[in-house]
């Protein structure tokens, strides 16, 4: 048996390769998992748990199917899908986890994140993180009709890719002192996350003990999943279309 691990789908109503690979991957494997983590921005962007357009009913509906076959899914909001909150849990049975969240995985301590938080030079978009944060503002946001809810989100969107284009891909990675704060914070010698798009796993010893830090992968041109079990782990590659793994 199994533990996967997904991040950066960024799903959406304009990405259906992406969208059917994923529905063949709850459908074929994680159904045969002990457990599927989300780790953050699993839609481009979630307007909110009161969205009833098709495309966000069928997600709700596989995470349902899957959660009431027995396996248990967890899920960390992303920059992109912050906004996903208890209605979307209760109507799916996922499990909300907090931006950094402690977990076993056959023995393993490891912390789980999207990793955003760990881009500490990325200045600018950690003061955009901690504004839309804020519960008030969700709580606003949350309560306006939904066109406007997504003119909104249209203008962010916007505004989010005009920023990346501006920026070195140094200062969207993650800073390795924070890993390492972080890491030694929990008390784990782990860490997995997502975010950066960068899928690697990496290595480095500190006061005589081999730390581990899992980046996995984006679904923009395949599918990414860590399949980790109780004697390895891997990165591995879900193919769009009818192709093998």
Known sequence: MTTLFISDLHLSPATPEINQCFVKFMREEAIHADALYVLGDLFEFWVGDDDKSDFASSIRHEFKTLTELGVPCFFTQGNRDFLVGKRFAKQTGVTLLSDETVIDIYGQKAVVLHGDTLCTED????????????????????????????????????????????????????????????????????????????????????????YTRIVLGDWYTQGSVLVYDKNTFELQQRPFGNGSK
Do not use: C
């Not at 003061?127 to 839309?132: H, N």
């Not at 916007?158 to 890491?183: F, P």
């Open 123 to 210: 200045v600018k978009y950690l003061e955009f993180r901690a504004k839309v944060h804020q519960p008030w503002l969700q709580w606003v946001f949350n309560r306006i009709p939904m066109f406007l809810k997504q003119k909104i989100v249209s203008k962010v969107q916007s505004d989010i890719k005009t920023d990346k284009q501006t920026k070195s891909l140094d200062i969207m990675d993650v800073t390795q002192s924070e890993v390492v704060r972080v890491m030694d914070h929990y008390n784990v010698d782990l860490m997995i996350h997502g975010h950066t798009h960068r899928p690697n796993v990496h290595s480095f010893d500190r006061n005589d003990t081999k």
